[in-house]
């Protein structure tokens, strides 16, 4: 938007003045969602969100023209929001969606606040109110932090759970890797969530996490996907691992002769996660498929190698029965992911999977099925943990 192309400074002053009033409404509004109000002075609470958000495209198209970028922005983020929101199943769904485009959109006013008055002279003198309760109105509508979480996913399924649970999504290219950018939000605050799907193997988890989180400068990072089940598991089930042995490390002699490689969570996520599988509230994200049983969650260690073991009849498999025999899962990139945010002690870690099988029942009949209600299933237990995080813990 070309700001120096404004109208009268009468017209600025009076366009500011009506997009602080619009933001602080928005603090309104969004207790109100929180609350499960019906209604908000006098409409009910969905038809005051569009009320409100037409309003906003008024005023900026008032000051600025109907061509400029926020108001198409605008207008086609509340087109994807009504269109997500008779996709919904159950009020609180539909309430969190609500929650979150208010929330989206308090800071794009708040931005735009700001870009005005970086860039418009106005006197010292004008008529325009206490500025800093204003300036600081979006950073207490999120809880006074904004989050930032890089999810990585190995398979085009996986991404595609997690990108179910994000709202305005775009996408960002880095060095050849494009990611996937959202904004997840509960309660009130805000997650910019950043995701991509890098391919299977501990060594490309390792490259992309670290390329990542020196990129986005995260505050969170998990990886989160589908894995096999070795022990006291199901399909569908959830494990997030307090650790991951690399099960692959040792020495070949005329027996193999493993050398521990162990990788770990970070403390508060495994605390979380742990609070998080005591309860059921985790199944409340799951958006589809709905599953018609009770799947459980685990917190425990899980294997990770390059090898893709498909029988409880192969010699990898006793091994790790053997060997690391407290593991509940296998997979393919957690060692490396690990290996990655261990040099980076100021993220926060946790890595999450759905079983989508067992090693004594695989089928590639179903294996598309079972993917994507693993992948489901995993994600609705990331974003739950994300929800619940205190912003004290994870903001380095």
């Known amino acids: 938007m070309t700001i ?19 933001l602080e409404k928005a603090n309104r509004l969004s207790d109100a969602v929180i609350q499960n109000k019906l209604d908000f002075e006098g409409r009910p609470i969905y038809v005051a969100v569009g009320f409100w958000h037409d309003s906003i495209c008024q005023i900026i198209s008032s000051c600025f023209g109907s061509e400029v970028e926020e108001v198409s922005w605008f207008k086609e983020e509340y087109e994807k929001l009504v269109e997500r929101g008779i996709s919904l199943v159950g009020v609180e769904q539909f309430n969190q969606s609500l929650c979150s485009a208010i929330s989206i959109r308090a800071i794009k006013i708040d931005e735009l606040i700001n870009r005005m008055e970086n860039t418009v002279i106005i006197s010292s003198t004008s008529p325009l109110g206490d500025q800093s309760s204003y300036m600081n109105i ?18 085009p ?50 490259f992309e996490a670290e390329r990542a989180i020196s990129r986005f400068n995260p505050n969170v990072v998990m990886f989160v996907g589908v894995a096999g089940g070795i022990k006291d598991v199901v399909a569908g089930d959830v494990v997030a691992a307090t650790k991951v042995y690399g099960y692959e490390s040792g020495k070949a002699e005329a027996t193999f002769k493993p050398r521990p490689d162990v990788g770990n969570s970070s403390y508060n996520m495994e605390q979380r996660a742990k609070a998080v599988a005591r309860r059921k509230d985790w199944q409340k994200q799951i958006l589809d498929p709905q599953p018609n049983y009770s799947p459980h969650a685990h917190v425990g260690a899980i294997a990770a190698g390059e090898k893709v073991i498909a029988s409880t009849e192969s010699s990898v498999y006793h091994f790790l029965r053997d060997t690391y025999s407290d593991a509940l899962a296998v997979e393919m990139e957690g060692r490396g992911f690990a290996e990655a945010t261990h040099a980076n002690p100021q993220v926060s870690t946790l890595i999450v999977r759905g079983i989508s099988d067992l090693l004594n ?12 209600v693993a992948s489901q299933h995993a994600s609705a237990f990331a974003f739950e943990v994300l929800k619940q995080l205190d912003a004290d813990t994870v903001v380095p």
Not at 138 to 155: M, Q, R, W
């Open 361 to 372: 029942d695989k089928s590639d009949v179903d294996d598309d099925t079972r993917q994507k």
């Open 4 to 22: 120096t192309a404004l109208n009268s400074p009468e017209r600025i002053r009076e366009c500011l003045s009506k997009l602080r009033d619009k």
């Open 157 to 206: 399924v996986e991404l595609n759970a997690v990108c179910s649970h994000l709202h305005d999504i775009s996408q960002v290219e880095h060095k050849g890797t494009v990611y996937e950018k959202g904004f997840f939000s509960s309660g009130g605050r805000v997650w910019e969530v950043i995701s991509a799907e890098i391919g299977a193997g501990n060594h490309s988890a390792a």
């Open 138 to 155: 979006a950073k207490n509508f999120t809880n006074g932090t904004s989050s930032t979480c890089i999810i990585l996913t190995a398979l």
